[in-house]
């Protein structure tokens, strides 16, 4: 599902983020990205949804190598990737219900299949009796959950995280990660790149360590 070969990504003033970095994620695996602050985790993640390019190597998803893609393909890609942001990137000014719609509405769906897809993603996150709110009104952990929403609600193969738990508290982390292990199970390839090592550890995936832009080790439930 996922393919990094030898991947380089230097910035613009020469900061190199990625160094030489190789791995595979095999179709519907779960696999957690750790690392310190800065080691280049937000970065490889931006390189797998082309908001960043590769400055050397290959990158290769859902059987697209991403190093040719045109940028009138990038859309396409997206389509099949689900997105979730620490800060839920949120529209205050729409309802949940609309914040769920959005990437149907962007990609036509009709109106009738548009309501079924959303309130069916809002039951999977718990909020279905909150579609007309305003994530204003509504808790951290609950707008998290209407960012996983919207994230899947166009049925992604893939499902990608940026440290998805780091504003909540211990409680609220551990049920959406419950989220992301429902999701995985029903066939959904996941990567989530987080500091919450102690739930890392708890659930015993797979884990690929990131140290100042090199992937450091491969480890399994943190043994």
Do not use: C, W
């Not at 791995?23 to 750790?34: M, N, P, Q, S």
């Not at 959904?188 to 659930?203: K, M, N, P, S």
């Amino acid at each position: 599902m996922i393919r990094f070969d030898e991947v380089q990504k230097r910035y613009p003033g020469g900061h190199e983020a990625l160094k030489g970095v190789t791995f595979a994620i095999d179709k519907g695996e779960l696999v957690f990205l750790t690392g310190h602050s800065g080691a280049g985790k937000s970065t490889l993640l931006k390189l797998i949804a082309l908001i960043e390019r590769v400055s050397h190597g290959q990158v290769v998803v859902d059987g697209e190598n991403l190093t040719r893609m045109r940028r009138a393909r990038v859309p396409y890609l997206r389509r099949r990737l689900g997105i979730i942001f620490q800060d839920h990137h949120l529209l205050y000014d729409r309802t949940v219900f609309d914040n769920v719609a959005l990437p149907l509405v962007i990609s036509g769906v009709p109106h009738v299949e548009v309501g079924r897809r959303v309130r069916a993603a809002l039951d999977k996150v718990g909020l279905l009796g909150k579609e007309r709110l305003y994530p204003i009104t509504l808790s951290g952990g609950e707008q998290q959950r209407v960012g996983i929403a919207r994230a899947v609600v166009h049925k992604p193969v893939l499902l990608i995280a940026d440290e998805p738990t780091g504003n909540l508290d211990p409680d609220l982390a551990r049920e959406i990660m419950q989220l992301f292990l429902l999701f995985n199970q029903v066939g959904v390839t996941v990567l989530i790149a987080t500091h919450a090592l102690d739930l890392v550890r708890a659930l015993g995936e797979r884990v690929l360590h990131l140290e100042h832009g090199r992937l450091d080790e491969l480890r399994v439930g943190g043994r």
